[in-house]
């Protein structure tokens, strides 16, 4: 795209005045855009005879970024075509006031051709700090600029446009941009524009289905354009991994790469983590190693140290976004969160003499994110990975309850890590192996053998393991019994209402293993079978078909992209029915089978043995996703074995 001399020094000038620029407020400024900016005409409706009831006529995305920090510019010009549209009434930005400002451009009603102005110079913009995740224990002091649009009808266009400037020094004026095509219906124009000069390390990537960008360069300026006009989004194919779902973006970035972000991070964790001389925390060291002989038992010792004694509180405020605590001020305070109890734990370790580092995980949607722009911004947590006889354990000071020791940690699901060092470092991916024992096994046992017409006792056993047992553990531990007692009667009897509960039993093991015991009365209904002249009684739910099925596709990008399974999961079923007369002429009828169906593992067994008659299913998971090309016959063996009814009949005249 041509770029005028007299941009071009715009721009320069601009780039200047972003280096230069107040840091940032906890109002927003009210002014037209920066010159570097283009400001677009309002687009004519686009031809649409299946437009939403709110129409997207312009979506203006620009962006200038060199070694200071970065500046986003947004304009979104919507029309309101029926009253559903009329819900979407306020326009909120929210900031962080220590590290962005904000400017405010127009907010404006235009109808019959007249533009209302609503923004009238912040007379009519509330400004308030709202801490959106207070509930979970974390406080970032963003600020929320809110303002109502008065008086919005069906026909009227509305015209809403900022600025947002970001500049972090803790970082090194380091940012990312990151766009994405996410709109229904057809928008009559979409511009994304971004700028840099030589000296500032910007790189970029798309993923499918985001348009082909036109790259220019006039000076020492560069842009990268797309200006698209009566454009369609396109739509992610339903179940697939996020890295095959991520269509129509593009990501760029001012980090050198993963190194960069790792050699950045690395002087403000070493930093937090030396303790002073006369640190309380070193009494409580010296009692660890003096009751721990080994190394994993120090370590697990330090870890509980960490979760039993302080609390999780996320402090984003100031610097608090990268930059921990450090492990004194956490551990005199008794609160942080991951970064600070990650500080607090690696002091403690390293004084111990166990090998560990801090390593950033994302853990929203982390599938892909190897083929990501490097950035800070990547990452959401931070543990502790220490290394003891050559094995990595995963330490995670913001869980709380592990019991039984290093070895019954499970790696975390997160599947990419950047370890934080010095000499900086690259992604590195987690392993997660298949789980060895069922994280959910339940056994329910129904003692028919006084007859088929009278009660039959229940007990049902349900234990969990992992992070599933250590939840429910927790429970135990925060709730009155009695409480959860009729919580799991009531959430029992929904699903399980042919049984009547009389009581719940609790146990909970040095490993964390959490049991439920439930001991009831059912009524079992035994059917008379015309067909075969015998009755018979039908596991409820069973034979229902309701399989869970991977769904089919419609046309688009990545359709071929492979269906994502559960993974790790590993549960086991089992139903037990005492039969009278120790099961003499008692047989049983359900699927029966031991192979692999998608990624599982799949063990089902009916049989009458020793006078039970016994239905075992058992799932274990064995990968992550599975071929798109495979998909339709899992389903067809889905369904099948939905259809199979798990059923005991008794010998004629029962």
């Known amino acids: 795209m041509f770029v005028s001399k007299y941009l071009t020094a715009f721009v320069a000038a601009s780039t200047f005045m972003l280096a230069g620029a107040a840091h940032a407020a906890d109002k927003p400024v009210y002014a037209p855009p920066a010159k570097w900016v283009q400001v677009a005409e309002i687009p004519a409706p686009p031809a649409d005879d299946q437009a939403p009831a709110t129409q997207l006529l312009l979506d203006d995305n620009q962006s200038l970024h060199d070694a200071a920090g970065s500046a986003y510019y947004n304009r979104r010009v919507v029309k309101i075509l029926r009253s559903e549209g009329l819900q979407g009434g306020s326009r909120n930005l929210t900031w962080d006031p220590e590290r962005e400002t904000v400017t405010l451009h127009s907010l404006a009603i235009i109808r019959d051709g007249q533009r209302i102005d609503l923004l009238k110079d912040g007379k009519d913009v509330l400004v308030l700090r709202r801490e959106k995740n207070l509930e979970r224990a974390m406080l970032d002091g963003r600020m929320t600029a809110s303002i109502q649009l008065n008086d919005l009808q069906v026909g009227d266009t509305v015209d809403w446009a900022y600025t947002q400037e970001r500049r972090d020094p803790v970082v090194g004026g380091r940012t990312n941009d990151f766009e994405r095509m996410g709109w229904s219906g057809i928008a009559g124009r979409y511009r994304v524009r971004l700028l840099w000069d030589d000296v500032t390390p910007l790189t970029w990537k798309t993923t499918t289905a985001f348009p082909e960008p036109k790259l220019s360069k006039t000076g020492r300026m560069h842009e990268l354009l797309v200006d698209l006009s009566a454009a369609a989004a396109p739509k992610m194919p339903v179940g697939a991994p996020v890295r095959f779902a991520r269509v129509g973006e593009l990501q760029a970035t001012t980090y050198r790469g993963w190194e ?201 056993a349900l234990t969990l393991r992992g992070d599933k047992g250590l939840v429910l553990a927790r429970m135990l531990e925060v709730a009155p019994r009695a409480d959860l007692d009729r919580q799991f009667k009531q959430s029992f009897s929904a699903a399980y209402g042919w049984i009547t509960l009389d009581r719940i039993e609790w146990s909970v093991s040095d490993l964390g293993e959490t049991t439920m015991t439930m001991v009831g009365t059912a009524e079992m209904e035994w059917r008379l079978n015309d067909d075969l002249g015998v009755r018979e009684w039908r596991k409820p739910g069973s034979g229902a078909g309701q399989p869970t099925l991977f769904p089919r596709r419609e046309p688009g990008p990545n359709v071929d992209a492979p269906y994502v399974t559960p993974f790790p999961t590993y549960t086991v079923t089992t139903t037990e029915v005492v039969l009278p007369n120790r099961g003499a002429g008692f047989t049983v009828k359900g699927p029966t089978f031991d192979g692999r169906i998608a990624n599982d593992q799949v063990r089902q067994l009916a049989e009458v043995k020793d006078g039970v008659a016994r239905f075992v299913d058992s799932a274990r998971s064995l990968g992550r996703e599975i071929p798109a090309a495979e998909a339709e016959a899992v389903n067809r063996v889905r369904r099948q074995m939905s259809e199979q009814a798990q059923i005991v009949r008794a010998p004629k005249g029962a």
């Not at 509980?304 to 956490?330: H, I, N, S």
């Not at 290093?406 to 975390?412: A, Q, R, V």
């Open 260 to 460: 960069d972000v790792s050699a950045r991070m690395a002087p403000l964790y070493a930093k937090a983590a030396i303790l002073a001389p006369d640190s309380p925390l070193r009494a409580e060291i010296a009692a660890i190693a003096a009751a721990n002989p080994d190394a994993k038992t120090r370590a697990f010792a330090a870890l509980k140290l960490v979760e039993d004694k302080t609390r999780y509180l996320f402090l984003g405020m100031g610097e608090g976004g990268y930059r921990p605590a450090a492990a004194d001020q956490t551990w005199s305070r008794r609160f942080g969160d991951c970064k600070g109890k990650t500080v607090l734990l690696m002091a403690i370790l390293r004084e111990l003499g166990v090998e560990a580092e801090p390593v950033m995980v994302m853990t929203l949607g982390p599938d892909g994110l190897d083929q990501r722009v490097p950035a800070a911004a990547q990452f959401n947590h931070v543990l502790v990975r220490a290394r003891i006889d050559g094995k990595s354990y995963w330490l995670d000071g913001t869980r709380n309850g592990d019991r039984g020791g290093l070895d019954t940690l499970e790696p975390p699901a997160w599947r990419w890590g950047l370890p934080v060092r010095a000499a900086g470092a690259s992604l590195e991916s987690i392993e997660q192996p298949p789980l060895s024992k069922p994280e959910a096994e339940g056994v329910m046992r129904i003692d028919a053998s006084a007859g088929l017409d009278k009660p039959a006792s229940v007990r049902v």
